[in-house]
């Protein structure tokens, strides 16, 4: 019977916050579905975004220590063991180890100048995201002004009517507010999700300049793989 009880009282609470978000999303008025949208947009794109900078998709540690192996020592064994690393690590490092490799019949600049195009294009790639976060940052915002705009003139509409508007004048009060929340409520995270991913992408590139400006000296210098 206890639990039983329990399992009543659980399912009482669950329906009681859902007629809550319920209640909560129609007093927002019309601008309130658009602000759930970007905020569901947001989640989207920063889970993508989250997936894109996965550090072994971009520069794996175990790539990393062979090539360093590699620049260090220069014989066969290290070379192996970086080819096998190349081919167990599929990145953007490896992608750019691939650029040096397939032109090593090339000039040192022609090389050194086909990693850095190669390199901007696949961090502009990382950044596929970014755009879509700035948009729902400047947005988000916008739409819970207007839904306030909107709430105040129903309020001031009202003013002097009588009491027979008294209704209409609270809920323009709790559109005003509930959609001013939420615009911000969207855009605060949204604009910590582009500070963090900027950071850790010029983290990234930072890296990699490091490990190619070394692996590129290195192959130069006649240790051909």
Known sequence: MTTITKVAQAAAVDESFLDNIISFIDKGGVFIYFIILCSIAMI???????????????????????????????????????????????????????????????KDVEIQEAVQVSAREEIHKLQVGIPFLEVIIAIAPLLGLLGTATGLFTVFEGVGAGEEKYEEMARGISEALITTVSGLAVAV????????????????????????????????NGRNL
Not at 50 to 63: N, T
Not at 91 to 106: A, N, P, T
Not at 190 to 218: C, P, Q, T, W
């Open 44 to 106: 989207a794109v920063m889970f993508y975004q989250a997936m894109l900078l996965v550090r072994q998709k971009v520069i794996p540690d175990s790539l990393v220590h062979s090539m360093n192996a590699y620049v260090s020592q220069g014989d066969e064994e290290s070379t192996q063991t970086l080819n096998n690393s190349r081919k167990a690590n599929p990145s953007v490092l490896q992608k750019l180890c691939d650029v040096v490799l397939e032109r090593h019949d090339r």
């Open 189 to 220: 995270p949204a604009v910590i999700a582009h500070g963090y991913f900027n950071r850790k992408i010029d983290s990234y590139s930072a890296r990699l300049e490091v490990v190619m400006d070394k692996f590129v000296g290195a192959y130069s």
